[in-house]
């Protein structure tokens, strides 16, 4: 069983700063792309940031320059780093990964649960 725990979210004013984790456990052999995406209330589910097991980086237009992916693949987690943070940020961010159980199966997207970010004053 695979299982990606995320962790970090919260209140936070206009302006601030968090930091998301999203750690993957369980019995597989590699993790190859993690993203971070997320959903407003009433919205679909976006992506936000992309990162590759090497380190290459993509981000949505919307938080480049304010947001930071990066992934520590000893500890098969990935983390994402929110600067100056407005209303609009405000969301549930879910991790994603791309994960091979075994030698020769295929790769599966797993999603952690979800964790809440709201901007407020």
């Known amino acids: 069983q695979v299982q990606l725990v995320e962790s970090g979210g919260g209140l936070v004013q206009p302006g601030g700063s968090l930091t998301l984790s999203c750690a993957a456990s369980?019995?597989?052999?590699?993790?190859?792309?993690m993203a971070w995406y997320r959903q407003a209330p009433g919205k679909q589910r976006d992506l936000v940031a992309t990162?590759?097991?090497?380190?290459?980086?993509n981000y949505v237009e919307s938080v480049k320059g304010r947001f930071t992916i990066s992934r520590d693949n000893a500890k098969n987690t990935v983390y994402l780093r929110m600067n100056n943070l407005n209303s609009e940020d405000t969301a549930v961010y879910y991790c994603?990964?791309?994960?091979?159980?075994?030698?020769?199966?295929?790769?599966?997207?797993?999603w952690g649960q979800g964790t809440q970010v709201t901007v407020s004053s």
């Open positions: 994603n990964a791309n994960i091979q159980r075994s030698w020769g199966t295929s790769w599966i997207n797993y």
């Open positions: 369980g019995s597989f052999r590699d993790i190859r792309l």
């Open positions: 990162v590759t097991y090497t380190g290459s980086t």
